[in-house]
Every structure is written in C-alpha cells, then in structure tokens.
C-alpha cells in the first residue's frame, strides 16, 4: 500500500531531489568525463572516442531492450545467450548463403533478419508463458537464457564458426567515419525514444509498470503490451548479436556470457526503477556511457584486472544508492 | 499533574513552497476525546505527525505529560506512551495477523533472538477472540479486507498502554458494527484514563465520542470548544470558512428511457440473482454494509472479475463482458473504491493519468500529439478544479480529492453512458465532496446513467432518485428517493439485526 | 494448459531428435547426468553399432566444458575413436560438467554408481574432484585425467601437457622475433586457473634471454574473442609502440587480431598464441599470427582410450606427459593438414 507523499509544492520553487532526479545522471556522466580526460591523454583522442562508442554499442542496444521491459516491470534474463544464438546463427546463415552464390548484400540482410527473427521467438516464447501463467519473468528468462545457450551450442557443435566474409563490415567497418555499430545503436536509442515518448504503446508501458491493476482497470490491454515489449527487446537482442559476432569476425557459441546484466546495470543507473514505471532511453544512454568511460579508463591507464572489478563495482554501488535517495519512497 | 496530557505552544511546519501549519496552540485534557476536524490540507494530518515524532517542527513547544519535549521519533514517542493509527494502512502484506499484532514486542524464546511463535499465535487467537472478532490469528494481512486489517492496526495502537492514542480517520474504511466497537473501546479507554485524539471527516459520527472539538482550515487552528458547542452546520462553516446551506446538491434532472439493466448477475458465494436497472440522467445509490457484496457486483459488471450468470443489457440490448475492453465499449465504466490501487498510476504525472483511457477510446492513435493532449488535459482540469502544481505533477502528491477528480476525468474524456462510482468521496474532505457532488449532478444532467456506492447513508440519501439496498450478496429492497429514510434503508441493509 | 504441456514437450523432443542427428552428437546439457544418458535410446546406437556383448564395459568421458571448444576437441577426438576402434570392447559415453566442479564430482559418483569401469575426464579444478576420484579408485573404477591432472596423490593416472612448456614454446619464439627494446602486452586467462599460470610462467621463462623486452601491460581476457579485441583496442590507444601481444590462448589472440586489423595496425604488431585452434593456424600460415602451440587434442584422445582398454585388460598404467608443438610459418601445413582431416577446416 502507497503512502501519500505529503508535499503541496508550488511551482518555480526548486526542489534538488527532483533536479537530480532528472538530470543527476548526466552530470555524473560529465563529471566522468572531465575527469577521464585529466587522468589520460589518450581519453580524448578521437580513435578511443570512436572505440569506447564501439564497445558500448551492443550493451546499449540490449539495455534500450531492458529498459523497455523494466519499465513495464518486467525485466529478460536472456539475452547474453540469445545473442550467442542469432549471432552464430546470423553468421553461419550468412556463410552458407554466400557459400551457395547468393549475393552478398541480399544474404547479409537475409542474415541479419534472421537473427532478429530468433530473437523475436524466444522473446515470444518468454513472454507467452509469462503472461499465461503469471509467471515470474526473471525465473522464466533465467530458463529461457539456459536453453538458448544449448541451442547454440547444438547449432555449432561446440565449435566457432570462422571465415564468415563480408558480413563482418557491420561489426568492423564504418559509413564515413561513424562505425557501422554505432549507427546501428543510434537507430535502436532513437526507436526506443519514439516508443517511450510519442507512442501510446509506450504510454501503456509505464501504466503497467507503475500499477497494473490500475492499468487493467483502464481497459489497457496488458497482456498484448506486455509481449510486444518483449518482441521488441528481442527483435534488439537480435541485432545486437548480429553486430557482436560480426565484430569478433566469427561466431562464438561461448561469449557474451552475463552481457544482461551490464545492459540491465546500464538503465537501472539511467534511472529505470525495479519497481516499474519509471525509465528513459537518455538516462539508459548516459548509464551504459558512463560504464563503458569507466572500462575504457581502467584499461587505458593499465589498471590490474582485479582492480578494475572493485572500482567498477564501487562506483556502480554509489550511483544506485543515490538513485534510491532521490526517488524517494516507492512501493 | 496538570489536566493537559498535551500541549503545544505556536507549533509550526513548513514544506518546500508551502506552510503546512502555522502557529498552531492547542491542548487536550487527560482522559478525554479531543476530535479534530478540518478540510483536507488543513493540516490535520501534519500535526499529528509532528506529535507523533516523524516531523520535526520549525518552531514551537511541545509538552507531553507535563514535560517538555526536545527531538523525537516515532519510536521514543511510542515509548512515552504516544500511539498512532494512520489513515493509511500500512501493512506489510505477508505478515500474519499475529505477527502483527506483536511487531516490537513478540514473546521470545529462552534466547532474545527467538520469537516464540506457539506462543504469539496463542496469545494473538485468545485476545482476537476476547475481542469478540472474527479473525484468525494466522492470516495473512494481505488476505484480510481493508476493514479487517483496520481493526487489526487499532487493536495494536490500544493494546500497547498509550498515554495519548492518536486515531486518523479510524472508521473510513471499517464497517458500520466495528465502528460501534470502536467506540466502545474509546469509552473503555476513557475510562482507564487514556486520552484520544481523534480526526475524522465524519460529522454525524464524531458527536457520539467527542467530547472537545477543534476546527482547523489552512493550516491554522480556528476553534476549540466543547463537542456541546457545536453543531453540524456550524462546524462546516468553520471548516470551509463560508456559508455552505446546501451540503448534498440535486439538481432537477429530466431521466429518460432506460440506460442499463442487469438480470440474474450471480458469482458463486458472492452475490446472486441481482435485478436492477438504472435511467439515462438517473442516480442509482447502492446501499449496503460492507461485504455485502456492491462492490463485487459492480466490478463483475465492468469485466473485472468473472461472472458465473445472468446477463447484462445497454438500452435493451444484451452485450457480452468478459473483459474491462468490453465494458468500456459499451459505454460503462467504473471508479473502484480503491483508486490507489485501481483508479492511478501514482507515480506518473497528472496528464498521463487524465490521458490513460483517452489514447484508445478516444483519440485511437498510435502516436500521441503531445499539444492536444496537453489541450485535452487541461481542460478537464479546468472543468473538475482539479488542483495541482501543473500537469506534469506526480499525481500521488495529490490530495485526495483532487486525486478522485483525476481519475474522474480520465473516464469522462471517453463519454461513459452508464458510469458506476463505489465510494467516490471515500476519504475527502467536505469541500471536494460537495464539488464532486456538482460534477455528478451536471453528469445525470448530460444524460449519464450514474450508480453509486456509498457507505455513508447521509449522502446515498442527498444525491440518489433511488436507492437499491444489497444484504448478503442478493438486492433486498428498492426504495424511492421520497420514501427513503435512514431506517428504512438500515431496516433492509441490517435485516432489523444489530450486527452483520 | 494440457495444450501448451504437449507442444513443450514435443518441442523437447524435437530437440533431442536435432541433437542425435547432428553429426559430432553433442548432448544437451540437461542429459548431463551419466545415468540419464545410459538410459537415453538414441545415443548408444548411434556411437557404437557394434553392440558388445551384454555385461559389457563401460567407459565415460567427462568433459570440462562443451563451451571450451579445445576440450569439445578431444571430446570429438574420442568419440571418433571410440567408435572406429574400440567399438567391440566397451561402451562410451560423454558428458559435459559444465565448467562446475560440483557438477563434475556428482558426474563421477553417478557414473561409479551406474557401474562405469573407467572413468576419463578433464578437470575442473585440481583440488575438487580428490575425494570422489579416490572414492572410485577404491571401488575398483580406474580413472584417468587427461589435458590436466589433479592433487590426488596418484590415485589417477593422467595423460597431461604442461602449460608451462607450451609457454615457454612461445616465450622462445618471441625471443628470437621481438625487435630490440620491444614493448609488448599479455593477455591471460582467468585469474588462478593452473594453464594460464603455467602459460604465464612459460612465457617469462622463454623471454629470459630477453632483458631489452618490457611487457607494458597484462590483463585478463577470460579466454574470450571478445575481451581480447576490447583490451587490445584500448591497448592500441594508450601503449605507444606496442609491438608484440602474447596470449594465453587463441581465442584472445584471434580478438587481438581483429583489433589491430579494424585500426589499421596490421603487420606492426605481432601475436601469439597457445592451443592451434583451425581459424589460428590459417591466421600464422597468412602471417596474421606470429605462432601457436599446438596441445595435442588427438594425442590426448588416443592414448585416453588406450589407456582405457589398457586398464580394462588388467594391464598398469602409468601417467604421462604429452609434449605440445610449436607450430610457425615453417611447419603449418601440418597442422593444416590436421584439421582438414578432422573436418575443422573445410
């Protein structure tokens, strides 16, 4: 049960909980960046820009999948299996394709909705059983992240998949100087913005998370929401694999293992709550930022390994604690 | 020993941007039932936090049992002897009725850490039982109706020898019986000495315990007399600062032909056989005490809950409601009395708590054009004197009110032609009432066919042409507007007993 | 709900029918357990259609991790041979211990519970398995370790490579390539684990001769593609003059590889690597990879099993240690050759 939150605030009076609410994160995010560039001169330099976009970009577009479904108080499990999945599976397709003279544009694009196509059943399979069911999303993706991982192991026999061709330019090369990746990223931010701000689908997502009893009792159909969420995480998920094997220039059946939770810490220190109905694609944005200029500084100022892990996960505590702090109570 | 067990000297509180008590002096004598009355944001509900120990106030004195506090929280102030009942139940929903009961002081073992659980379930059943109620020590909170845990959250406050028992607006949601209970108790406790503070919006019932009275509006203590000093009428005045003659607004509304018709509804051991129908400009009150069973029927009307028979009818035609979807396209629509839980999103701002319904069953696009709907939204804020900082204000900082007038306009965007209210002024204080009231009356005059649920006679009797009465699941009686009377409608609702 | 159950179900089934019909006949890692496999129709007909007479013994692998490609190698290696060879003598039958050392100790109890005669694995870890090992040695199961060895006291008998000579392999290599004052990177498996270590002393070792050479950075790349082609991209930004990275294994040398060729670098750095995984030894034949070792997966299999028939004959074994192979520009044909013929290079 709710507690009121008993202000009466009368507007243009500034309310830091709220400033930082809505902007805190951005001004980490600055905050890091100035300091990155103080520590390392090789921070700024247009190549390590560049890499640290590259290197973010897959756990960015799964995270614009997780925010969606965090938002409508559901949350996927499986995406570091799945994108083991529709990655092998879109460079294997890709190589058989070529290997059998199909041309290679068609073939990669053929590659390429497959991938996402994968994505999508899985999601579906999720989302079907978690709203049939009322199952607890977190156990059913759990499962669902176990037996992807063993499809794609039966897919490729264990074994990576090498020499895969010309599909790898989506993961390695660049239109002009922006690489491919990142543009493939900044397509799904700007999808996932269009649903979460201009659409009513979006609209429904926040209801849902926020209260959904109140949101059936709105004559929002939940159901049907909730499972296009997932399709669209998983249509994401797909893509992200495509780019994650690409980029590695073979398909590796035992990467990407526990990627999920990087794209989930992203948006939880974006700003998306657990609790559901609170989110944004900027916030997620800034958060997976922010994680990948902390890799990246770590590793250029040669910081041990184990090190790294400690500051990451120090830092990643600080941020949620005082994203706690300033939403206030919740349920 | 002075006669004061409180006394506060020029307390006040402020929040950001607003000053929620200002100056406030006020004090309650030993052993008495002090009740306080005031409009939502008046500042009832501050002060008695600021008493509790959870606020902290800018200025002024406090003086409990003849001692001056410093600093406190809830929890010293419990150990002085200072209880509270909060309007707001806060259960938490796993904890057994037991464990409730005893939170802070359950029985333990041999060694502190252990909490002897025979013995608490024992203890716990034995003093349920004493209590006369019919509740099992090993529920869980969650499963108990609103009511129920109600009880359940008094029982905790009186058993924990208080010296000042604070009760905020204990019998908004508990039925008419328990009510009775209560205020046996609070004689009981009198009688041991305890002093009872006491908030409540219930003007016919606070006469029945109260033995000084305090007015406040904005924040400001107006006046404190004793309860023989005051008057219905006169309490109101001071309440609202104005004039108010008319408490229950009718309005001469022509009722046309018939709107909506239910034959045979039954849902097995919750209702059966309900027969009822209601006009276009019609008000249709629903009497009845609580877990009769109204607020079941109508949800089973909305697609809310399955239904195990009858049918439903839209000026003459039968329609099939399995779902909310359904009902809401053909026309009805529904408030449930708890709108936190069902009527807000109470995190997301005012304007996308308006929109909600709107974007499908009346706009229907996919995209939203953000200008119209910001149009849309604050047109019905203007229309309901909806009153918030802006419309992208989170809708829980609301009072409730202007909560209830939020969830209002987010069904009248879509043009219900039957609307069903279960409880629409639960919680309000007089002013939103009235105002609500208003919006009904110029509803039927649209032509909307309105149900209402109310618990509160004195209102089912102000605004309803007719009053259906449902006792234990089946409509006993009708009862036209000029027939009705409190005891006529009591006579079906109780069946001539004095208890459920 | 009766509806979806079966549609679960015949989607199951669909998949373990996926599963016998691919060609290497992986088990999912649900059959793990020795006694569900024994039980499982398809898999005994399939890998031995030399039925051995009843009573007939029983061999298990089980293996580290089939998401360890080098030990999914031996894994193929000796179902392969099991079948071509030893089909008349005894069953065979993998399993996958999923990089967990619990699950690999519940491998073992089950198979000596489920009467296996010889029990071959991979270890996970080198202190876990100790116990269970030595239960079924004294319950007359013979067990062999191979491409490692644990801390039993004998007990096992192990067919084993020493990672500190497939370091020193490339240590020496290095050595003899590196220019002078080289600035050069490590990349290291997970922190702990006996090959990385012994990798990383061998590397050392070989580069003693080498004092000019400064290793500039080292960090841990987890075995993975991935991690190797991240470190190395921030590497390539903030070590000036890198000119050579050695890595634990191919994996991370191959993502080494793709770093320096996205920035451009290819040809000014070079990499090495240990385990002569298919895409690696194309990588040294075209010069993408200065060298690899090769862990002799099939040596492995062969004399796992022949250690095997050995112990069911009643013959003693006696544990031994494989030497790996430096594989360069000179003798990679080979290693070409080799995988060709195990289907791993088309």
């Known amino acids: ?331 | 020993m002075s006669e004061n067990i409180l006394e506060l000297k020029n307390v006040t509180k402020s929040f950001p941007g607003v000053k929620a008590i200002d100056d406030i002096s006020l004090t309650v004598k030993r052993g008495t039932v002090h009740v306080i009355v005031g409009e939502n944001g008046a500042g009832k509900s501050t002060l008695m936090k600021i008493i509790n120990g959870m606020y902290k106030p800018d200025a002024g004195e406090i003086i409990f049992d003849d001692t001056l506090l410093g600093a406190y929280t809830p929890k010293m102030a419990r150990d002085m002897g200072i209880a509270m009942i909060y309007q707001e139940l806060n259960i938490i929903p796993e904890m057994t009725v037991a464990e409730n009961i005893y939170l802070g002081r359950e029985p333990t073992r041999k060694f502190k850490t252990f909490i002897h659980n025979k013995k608490l379930n024992k203890q716990s059943a034995e003093y349920l039982k004493s209590q006369k109620l019919n509740i099992k020590a090993r529920t869980k909170m969650k499963d108990l109706t609103v009511s129920q845990a109600q009880i359940i959250e008094i029982i905790k406050a009186i058993t924990c020898n208080a010296k000042l028992i604070i009760m905020d607006e204990p019998t908004s949601a508990i039925t008419e019986s328990e009510t009775e209970y209560l205020f046996e108790k609070i004689r009981e406790l009198k009688a041991q000495g305890v002093s009872i503070i006491y908030i409540s919006h219930k003007l016919d019932e606070i006469f029945k315990i109260a033995d000084h009275i305090s007015v406040f509006r904005d924040g400001r203590h107006i006046k404190t007399g004793s309860a023989g000093e005051f008057n219905k009428n006169s309490i109101i005045t001071l309440m609202v600062g104005r004039e108010m003659s008319n408490i229950y607004p009718k309005e001469e509304v022509e009722i046309a032909e018939e709107a909506f018709r239910v034959e045979g509804l039954t849902s097995k051991g919750v209702f059966s056989d309900i027969n009822f129908s209601v006009r276009y400009g019609e008000i249709l009150g629903f009497a009845g005490l609580m877990g009769a069973g109204r607020s079941e029927i109508v949800r089973a009307i909305f697609g809310l809950d399955k239904k195990d028979g009858g049918r439903i009818l839209m000026g003459g035609k039968e329609v099939v409601i399995k779902s909310v979807n359904d009902a809401i396209e053909n026309g009805i629509i529904m408030l449930s009395e708890n709108r936190r839980k069902y009527g807000l999103i109470p995190i997301r701002s005012v304007r996308e708590n308006i929109m909600l319904a709107a974007l499908k069953y009346m706009l229907d696009k996919k995209f939203i054009r953000h200008r119209q709907e910001k149009k849309i939204a604050q047109e019905m804020v203007a229309r309901l004197s909806i009153k918030t900082p802006s419309l992208n204000a989170t809708v829980a900082n609301l009072s409730g009110g202007n909560q209830q007038k939020a969830v209002l306009a987010k069904w009248l965007l879509i043009k219900p032609k039957v609307l069903i209210l279960d409880e629409p002024t639960r919680g309000i204080d007089v002013g939103a009432k009235y105002e609500i009231y208003k919006i009904m009356g110029r509803l039927a005059k649209e032509g909307i066919a309105i149900i209402m649920i109310s618990s509160e006679l004195p209102e089912l009797l102000g605004i309803s042409d007719r009053i259906a009465v449902i006792r234990g699941g089946r409509l006993v009686g009708e009862i036209k507007r000029e027939e009705a009377t409190q005891e006529s409608v009591m006579r079906f609702a109780a069946g001539g007993e004095s208890n459920e | 709900m009766k509806k979806v159950i079966v549609l679960l179900l015949c989607t199951a089934l669909i998949i373990m029918a996926m599963a016998g019909c691919t060609p290497t006949a992986p088990q999912s890692s649900a059959a793990a357990s020795p006694s569900q496999a024994a039980a499982s129709p398809s898999e005994p007909a399939k890998e031995s259609p030399d039925q051995p007479a009843a009573g007939a013994k029983k061999v298990a692998f089980i293996c580290k991790a089939y998401s360890d490609a080098f030990c999914v190698w031996v894994k193929n290696e000796m179902e392969k041979l099991a079948k071509e060879k030893y089909a008349g003598e005894f069953e065979f039958a993998a399993f996958d211990a999923e990089n967990n050392s619990e699950k690999q100790i519940n491998q073992i109890n089950n198979a000596v519970a489920n009467k296996f005669d010889v029990i071959i694995f991979q270890q996970v870890d080198t202190q876990a398995p100790v116990t269970a090992v030595k239960d079924a040695v004294s319950k007359g199961v013979t067990v062999i370790a191979v491409t490692g060895h644990i801390e039993d006291g004998g007990a096992s008998i192990y067919v084993d490579s020493s990672p500190e000579q497939q370091g020193t392999l490339i240590g020496q290599v290095a050595a003899e390539r590196l220019a002078k004052d080289a600035k050069i990177a490590i990349l290291q498996g997970p922190a702990g684990n006996p090959h990385a270590n012994g990798r990383e002393a061998g590397f050392k070792k070989g580069l003693e001769t080498r004092k000019d050479v400064q290793i500039a950075d080292e960090q841990i790349g987890e075995w993975q593609k991935e991690k190797g082609l991240t470190i190395t991209q921030n590497w390539l930004s903030s070590i000036k003059d890198l000119q050579g990275i050695l890595c634990h294994n191919d994996n991370m040398a191959l993502g080494a590889y793709e770093a320096i060729k996205m920035a451009g670098k290819e040809g000014k750095i070079q990499i090495y690597g240990v385990d002569a995984m298919a895409e690696a030894v194309l990588a040294v034949k075209d010069g993408k990879m200065e060298a690899t070792v090769f862990q002799n997966a099939i040596a492995f299999a062969e004399k796992g099993l022949e250690f095997a028939s050995k112990a069911l004959k009643g013959e003693k074994l006696e544990s031994i240690i494989v030497d790996s192979e430096l594989v360069t520009k000179d003798n990679v044909e080979k290693y070409i050759e080799l995988h060709k013929q195990l289907g791993n290079i088309k």
């Open chain 1, 1 to 331: 049960m709710n507690k009121t939150v008993e202000t009466n605030i009368k507007p243009g009076v500034i309310d830091v909980k709220q400033l930082y609410n809505k902007y805190g994160i951005f001004a980490i995010l600055i905050v890091i960046l100035a300091i990155s560039s103080i520590i390392s001169p090789a921070f700024l330099t247009d190549t390590n820009i560049l890499n640290v976009l590259t290197q973010i970009s897959v756990v960015t577009i799964v995270a614009c999948g997780e925010t969606i479904l965090i938002i409508s108080g559901m949350i996927d499990l499986s995406p570091g299996s799945v994108i083991a999945l529709s990655g092998c599976l879109c460079v294997g397709t890709y190589k058989s394709l070529v290997a059998g003279n199909m041309a290679w544009g068609l073939a990669g694009i053929i590659s390429i909705l497959l991938a996402m196509g994968v994505g999508m059943v899985i999601s579906f399979l999720s989302s079907a059983i978690i709203t049939r069911y009322n199952a607890p999303p977190f156990i059913v993706t759990l499962a669902m992240m176990t037996a992807a991982r063993g499809l794609c192991y039966i897919y490729t026999g264990g074994q990576p998949i090498y020499d895969i061709g010309e599909i790898r330019v989506i993961g390695q090369s660049s239109l002009g100087f922006i690489p491919i990746t990142v543009i493939a990223m900044i397509l799904v931010l700007i999808i996932t913005w269009v649903i979460l701000t201009q659409m009513r689908f979006g609209r429904y997502l926040y209801a849902i998370g926020g209260n959904k009893e109140a949101a059936v009792a709105s004559g929002i159909k939940t159901n049907k929401t909730i499972m296009l969420a997932y399709l669209t995480s998983g249509a994401f998920v797909g893509l992200a694999g495509s780019i994650f094997m690409a980029r590695l220039n073979s398909g590796q059946p035992s990467e990407a293992v526990g990627l999920e939770f990087d794209a989930i810490t992203a948006a939880i220190i974006g700003g998306s709550s657990f609790n559901g109905g609170i989110g944004t694609v900027t916030g997620t944005l800034a958060g997976a930022i922010i994680i990948g200029i902390i890799n990246n500084i770590l590793n250029l100022m040669l910081v041990q390994s184990y090190y790294q892990q400690i500051v990451k996960g120090f830092i990643i505590v600080i941020a949620v604690i005082l994203d706690i702090k300033t939403k206030g109570k919740t349920k």
